[in-house]
Nanobody, 121 residues
Framework: QVQLVESGGGLVQPGGSLRLSCAVSGFTLDYSAIGWFHQAPGKEREGLSCISSRGYTTYYKDSVKGRFTISRDNAKNMVYLQMNSLAPADTGVYYC??????????????WGQGTQVTVSS
């Protein structure tokens, strides 16, 4: 059974940092790109970042370039999103998935349940 489980969300002050983790099971991470997505309250989900199967290639949405860093450890079946210089606009639910932005998610992509990030003073 394919599972992606996010963790690491929480409440952080503007300018702060968080590191999100995505634990993957049920399939071989070596062969799958993984993406991170963000859904702000009342807005559509947006793709933020993607990392290729071996980590050689990454993509970042313009709004997070220079602030967020995606990484992976295939030996541990983990993908990470380091988020720095967080702003209130970064508030929302963060998902990891086998979908890879900027490509459109496919019907057969697998998604985690999400982790809440709140940026507020």
């Amino acid at each position: 059974q394919v599972q992606l489980v996010e963790s690491g969300g929480g409440l952080v002050q503007p300018g702060g940092s968080l590191r999100l983790s995505c634990a993957v099971s049920g399939f071989t991470l070596d062969y799958s790109a993984i993406g991170w997505f963000h859904q702000a309250p009342g807005k559509e989900r947006e793709g933020l970042s993607c990392i290729s199967s071996r980590g050689y290639t990454t993509y970042y949405k313009d709004s997070v370039k220079g602030r967020f860093t995606i990484s992976r450890d295939n030996a541990k079946n983990m993908v990470y999103l380091q988020m720095n210089s967080l702003a209130p606009a970064d508030t929302g639910v963060y998902y990891c998935a086998t979908a890879c932005p900027p490509n459109v998610a496919r019907g057969y992509d697998h998604w985690g349940q999400g982790t809440q990030v709140t940026v507020s003073s």
